[in-house]
């Protein structure tokens, strides 16, 4: 991979209000570089996107607008209320015109051009929303540039253009220099990391005799700076964010809009009365899937793992299986750890469902298994073999959400996603030969992407509820 990802940063990751990584925190992450790339309230946005583009059936129903329009006020995505931001911004004087236009490219699928207007200034930019919450900005007052959110860094606009320069740098006449400050929980360096592909950090784990969990460590170590009194603590921090989800999933008022309704709490009380067909279990962690996954749609806080739209599965599988095999709170930080490490080789991707769920659902289940296989052993062998296992069971898997919103079949998807998991973990361990190494998963999984994109320009089937 060209550029390495970060375990934090971009694979558990972002913490969120639900429901879509790259359709509500994607956006509101853009509009927040570009308030501060305006370096004043805003007074007036446009924003263009493509008609046959992704954002064309889930803008409104995965909240996008709002989204924006959080930034664009200065408020904390995390501790607004969606739903009243079209409210705030007419009590503010802020205008905006969300457009779908034909002159736009469809891929990237969420493109969007945005005209940000201040009292004194002015800016457009490009800015693309890859997937699981990663930005880019590539365009910028007509000046090609590339700003990922991910450090701090310095710009230089004017009317003309814009560029990064160092941080001691003077604008000239007419120019302003914009101060960005990171939009991750660790900023980035560019230091060496000890293995760049799945191959090397089995074999890096092999030679090191290193469990996967502290490999972890000396991955994410080396890519932020941070100390793993740090990253442990965040790991702790991200397993207790999706434990408060599945508690407030099963409240019975938890309520959303869209073309389904909770139904976690009903689903809890049929078990618990023996009405349900026992799956063992996998019963508990289905249910903490269901109620994670409706708690995102009622724009509850969550993590995605490695979107919003595959949240549930990955600590479904880690803390409630944890649970029920005895294991303490550390040994699940440690399984959660190895996700993430098993989710970074999957970057490639940008883990969208542009190119098909397989990306989303597929990749939570190979992580999922790979920490549920590492909580049995240290083995990487072994582990290498239910990752690879859990990447190729959902291959080719299609992104078919119903009126572009994350309920159906994504709800029901993470729930079945789970027993799935614990399933290429088990098989792992019996010792069933995967045949595919981890690299080639991911590089097929690009592959089938591509072959799934010219159904359809966007890369997803938005499927309509039939009409009473």
């Known amino acids: 991979m060209e550029r390495m990802p970060s375990i934090f940063n971009d694979v558990l990751s972002p913490v969120t209000p639900g429901p879509s990584s790259s359709n509500t925190c994607g956006p509101y992450r853009i509009a927040r570089l570009a308030r501060a790339l ?35 006020l200065g408020q904390e995505l995390l501790r607004c209320d969606l739903s009243t931001m079209c409210r705030q911004a007419d009590e503010a004087g802020l205008c905006y015109d969300f457009q779908f236009v034909d002159d736009l490219p469809v891929r990237p699928s969420e493109l969007a ?30 000046s090609d540039i590339l700003l ?7 710009v230089c606009l004017g009317p003309e253009g814009a560029r990064v320069v160092p941080e001691d740098a003077a604008a000239g006449p007419g120019q302003w220099l914009a101060r960005l400050e990171p939009l991750f929980p660790f900023p980035q360096q560019e230091g060496a990391v000890p293995f760049r592909t799945a191959q090397e950090m089995f074999a890096y784990a092999r030679d090191t005799g290193r469990p996967l969990w502290r ?19 965040y790991a702790r921090q991200v397993l207790d964010i999706c434990r408060h989800a599945r508690q407030q999933g099963l409240r019975p ?41 409706e708690f995102s749609n009622a724009h509850g806080t969550i993590v995605c793992m490695p979107t919003g739209g595959a949240s549930g599965i990955v600590p479904a599988a880690v803390y409630r299986t944890g649970d029920q095999m005895g294991k303490t709170e550390t040994e699940q930080e440690n399984a959660l750890l190895v996700a993430g490490l098993i989710g970074a080789f999957y970057y490639p991707t940008h883990y969208t469902g542009a190119i098909g769920c397989q990306a989303e659902i597929g990749v939570a289940v190979s992580m999922a298994s790979a920490a549920l296989c590492s909580m049995m052993t240290d083995d990487p062998d072994t582990i290498h073999c239910a990752a690879s296992l859990g990447g190729q069971v959902l291959m080719g898997l299609l992104c078919n959400p119903i009126e572009g919103y994350v309920q159906v079949p994504c709800i029901v998807r993470n729930m079945a996603a789970v027993p799935t998991a614990v399933t290429c973990a088990n098989a792992a361990l019996a010792g069933m030969d995967h045949i595919v190494p981890l690299d080639d998963v991911v ?16 890369g997803t089937y938005i499927l309509k509820k039939e009409e009473a």
């Open 148 to 154: 990922r959110g991910k450090r701090r860094e310095t």
């Open 253 to 293: 008022d938890n309520h959303f809009i869209g073309v389904t309704d909770a139904r976690a709490a009903r689903y809890k009380a049929l078990r618990e009365g023996g009405k349900l067909i026992d799956l063992g279990a996998a019963d508990e962690a289905c249910l903490d899937a269901m109620s994670i996954m």
């Open 215 to 233: 490999v972890a460590f000396d991955y994410e170590s080396a890519l932020t700076g941070a100390t793993e009194a740090e990253l442990r603590a």
């Open 443 to 458: 590089a097929l999984m690009l592959a089938v992407g591509e072959k799934i994109r010219p159904c359809d320009e966007a």
């Open 113 to 142: 051009e945005m005209d940000l207007a201040g009292d004194r200034r002015t800016i457009r930019l490009t800015g693309v929303s890859l997937g699981g919450g990663e930005i880019e900005i590539t365009r910028l007052n007509g």
């Open 38 to 72: 305006l370096g004043e309230p805003p007074r007036r946005i446009t924003v263009r996107m493509a008609r046959r583009g992704g954002y064309y059936d889930t803008f409104y129903s995965m909240h996008s607008h709002e989204a924006i329009l959080a930034a664009l």
